[in-house]
């Protein structure tokens, strides 16, 4: 087994568990996100698939905002509506101005990273530009305990796992195959066991 395939096994070990983590709505996601975000990035810094790459580092560094945001919502939801709520899955609506912003930079960012991707060669650059922004929205929006987040992922990570199988990345094409399918049970499980801040 050459080293891609082992960080791509990682990568879906690790992936596994973060979703596993995300679905529950546990804090510890963000600290197996910091570890499974660098080593994609890793994986897609190999594969010449550039916006992925730098996606993955964005994951990174948001996953210490997410941390920070999740535990300051389950403190206000415990404190608005007493202990027996503090281990519900805290929710928020997305404002008018977070929807706005989100359509103008999926639109935008896409195209401007595509443009800028297809000047690197990155190997899928249309389809690379559109999963990544797309991808940083919905992680923005988990950050935020936006339960939609769960809709984009389900988008994401299909187109995502589709990228990988024509890249011929087996172990990421499955680990995103898996985050896709249950991004579609963590939508579910989010508006039921959910309670708005």
Not at 8 to 30: D, P, S
Request: charged letters at 10%; aromatic letters at 16%; one cysteine or more.
């Amino acid at each position: 087994m050459d080293w891609k395939s082992a960080f791509e096994i990682f990568c879906l070990v690790t992936g596994v568990v973060y979703l596993l983590l995300e679905i529950g709505q546990k804090n510890a996601m963000w600290y197996v996100g910091i570890v499974t975000g660098a080593a994609c990035a890793l994986v897609f810094g190999f594969e010449r698939l550039y916006a992925s790459m730098g996606l993955n580092i964005y994951y990174v560094g948001v996953s210490f905002y997410g941390l920070w945001q999740w535990k300051k919502d389950a403190s206000a939801l415990a404190a608005g509506k007493g202990a027996e709520t503090s281990q519900a899955i805290h929710l928020r609506r997305p404002s008018a101005t977070e929807l706005g912003l989100s359509v103008l930079l999926l639109a935008g960012g896409t195209a401007l990273l595509w443009w800028i991707l297809r000047l690197t060669g990155d190997s899928q650059s249309l389809l690379d530009a559109g999963v990544t922004v797309l991808s940083a929205i919905a992680t923005w929006w988990l950050s935020r305990s936006i339960p939609h987040q769960w809709l984009l992922w389900i988008v994401a990570d299909t187109f995502t796992a589709w990228m990988c199988a024509r890249q011929g990345m087996g172990w990421m094409t499955a680990l995103y195959a898996a985050y896709a399918a249950s991004a579609v049970y963590g939508w579910y499980h989010w508006k039921k066991k959910g309670s708005y801040v």
